[in-house]
């Protein structure tokens, strides 16, 4: 099964499914659209997400960053009057270290990703949606942002008149998304942001085209009329796509299995269950019940 992701929704699900399939089922492809340099590193906030999560060091109460880790550089750093956009952790940072070596080595990103998880010990294939450079640009009345100011520097307040992804056009999805695309019959949509975080990797050069063929399920992150996190409900409402599950599906484009909360009020054809998931155990409950409903599928 190849899942795309997003930084919270998604991984929370992985929390499940890592636990009932084998890590050679398990591919993930992750968005990297958010990513910035900050502070001389390169920061992959999602595929960060997702690495500590299939790595059980995740901070389970933010579903970022690492859990127990501390924060005494970015602090320093704050004293001595550099501005940090993020509040990166000192093992996290580690981490950012790692991969930002590769990088200015002449490294791709897919292949430093890679290298990064097997040293935290992560057997599932993590593979980052392209090698080039995209960006989440943010319009908004107090000037055109990088998601992650919008979202972190302006704790996502400002209003949104549009937003775009900067570098799309000449993106391509990299050689090891094409692969797994390419070897798995399953595609599984994660909960996350679906404008953020799953549109950029739908709008690389061929991906819809390649779904075509292949059995498309996808989670909505809609519990209701409300995401459970993000900015998801602002963005879409910006686009001019109500805020909603309708909103999301219509988004995604072709999905075979759409699965929806049980308190949605959308009307298409889905399947409904409990999408909630706050904990670990019950992560593990909705990640049991998605695979018994794409194996009915």
Wanted: charged share 25%; hydrophobic share 40%.
């Amino acid at each position: 099964m190849l899942v795309l992701s997003g930084g919270t929704g998604t991984p929370k699900l992985l929390l499940g499914l890592k636990e009932l399939l084998k890590p050679e089922e398990l591919s993930i492809v992750v968005n990297t659209a958010e990513d910035l340099w900050i502070s001389g590193n390169y920061i992959s906030p999602d595929i960060d997400s997702v690495v500590y999560t299939l790595a059980d060091i995740i901070d389970l109460k933010k579903m970022w960053g690492i859990k127990g880790d501390k924060t005494l550089t970015h602090d320093f750093l704050i004293a001595m009057g550099i501005e940090e956009k993020l509040q990166v952790g000192d093992k996290d940072r580690a981490v950012h270290i790692f991969r930002s070596e590769l990088l200015r080595r002449g490294v791709k990103l897919s292949h430093a990703t890679q290298s990064l998880a097997e040293s935290l010990g992560v057997k599932q294939r993590v593979v980052p949606m392209t090698d080039d450079i995209v960006s989440t640009v943010v319009s908004t009345p107090e000037g055109v942002m990088h998601f992650q100011e919008f979202w972190v520097g302006r704790k996502g307040l400002p209003e949104v008149s549009s937003l775009f992804f900067a570098g799309m056009d000449a993106a391509l999805p990299c050689q090891a998304f094409l692969d797994i695309l390419e070897k798995e019959d399953t595609i599984l949509i994660g909960p996350s942001n679906p404008v953020t975080s799953i549109g950029p990797i739908l709008a690389l050069q061929g991906v819809r085209e390649r779904l075509q063929d292949k059995k498309v399920v996808a989670m909505s992150p809609f519990i209701v009329n409300k995401p459970v996190s993000g900015p998801a409900a602002k963005f879409m409402r910006a686009m001019g796509i109500p805020p909603n599950d309708e909103g999301v599906h219509s988004m995604l484009g072709k999905v075979d299995l759409f699965i929806v909360d049980k308190k949605s009020n959308y009307n298409g054809d889905c399947r409904r269950m409990s999408t909630l998931m706050r904990t670990k155990r019950e992560s593990c409950k909705v990640a049991k019940e998605l695979l018994e409903l794409i194996s009915l599928a």
